[in-house]
C-alpha cells in the first residue's frame, strides 16, 4: 500500500469514530399556554457551554423574549414546536462547538473581553467565533 493510501484510510476512520462518538442529545420542550419551556441542562453539560449562551441563541434565532431558570430552563415567548428548538440547537452546535478545521466536537470556549474564543482541543485550532447579538 502507498503512503498516501495509508494516510487517506487513517483519516477516513478517525471521522467515522469522531460521528460515531458525538451524539448530543435532543432537548425537552414543554409548552406551557403560549409559552414553550426549554430544558437545556442535558445538551449544555454535553456540548460544554453555558446555559445563558445556547439560550441567547435560541431567544435570537426565535426572535423571542425570554427568561433563563433555575436548574436549565428557559422559558421562551411564544409557542416552538420541539423540532424547530432541536433544529435551532444543531445550528448552534454548528456555529459554536465543532471545530472550523478539524470537524472534531471537542472544543472549548472562553470569553475574553467581549468577544468569544473557541480553542479546539483535537487539533489546537484557536479561532473567534461571532456575538449573538
Same mark, same amino acid.
Given at each position: 500500500m502507498e503512503y498516501e493510501d495509508l494516510i487517506d484510510n487513517i483519516l477516513? @476512520?478517525?471521522? @467515522?469514530?469522531?460521528?460515531? $462518538?458525538?451524539?448530543?442529545? @435532543?432537548?425537552?420542550?414543554?409548552?406551557?399556554g403560549q409559552k414553550t419551556v426549554v430544558f437545556l441542562d442535558k445538551i449544555s453539560k454535553y456540548i460544554n457551554r453555558p446555559v445563558n449562551h445556547i439560550s441567547k441563541f435560541l431567544m435570537h434565532e426565535l426572535t423571542a423574549p425570554g427568561q433563563i431558570d433555575e436548574? %436549565?430552563?428557559?422559558? #421562551? %415567548? %411564544?409557542?416552538?414546536? $420541539?423540532? #424547530?428548538v432541536n433544529d435551532k440547537i444543531q445550528l448552534y452546535i454548528k456555529e459554536f462547538v465543532i471545530c472550523k478545521q478539524c470537524g472534531s466536537p471537542?472544543?472549548?470556549m472562553d470569553k475574553i473581553?467581549?468577544?468569544?474564543?473557541?480553542?479546539? #482541543? %483535537?487539533?489546537?485550532? @484557536?479561532?473567534?467565533?461571532?456575538?449573538?447579538?
Open positions: 477516513k @476512520e478517525k471521522k @467515522e469514530n469522531k460521528a460515531d $462518538r458525538f451524539n448530543p442529545p @435532543e432537548v425537552d420542550t414543554q409548552q406551557i436548574g %436549565g430552563k428557559v422559558t #421562551l %415567548g %411564544g409557542r416552538f414546536s $420541539r423540532k #424547530l471537542d472544543t472549548h473581553d467581549k468577544n468569544y474564543f473557541v480553542k479546539c #482541543l %483535537g487539533c489546537g485550532a @484557536e479561532y473567534p467565533v461571532g456575538r449573538i447579538k
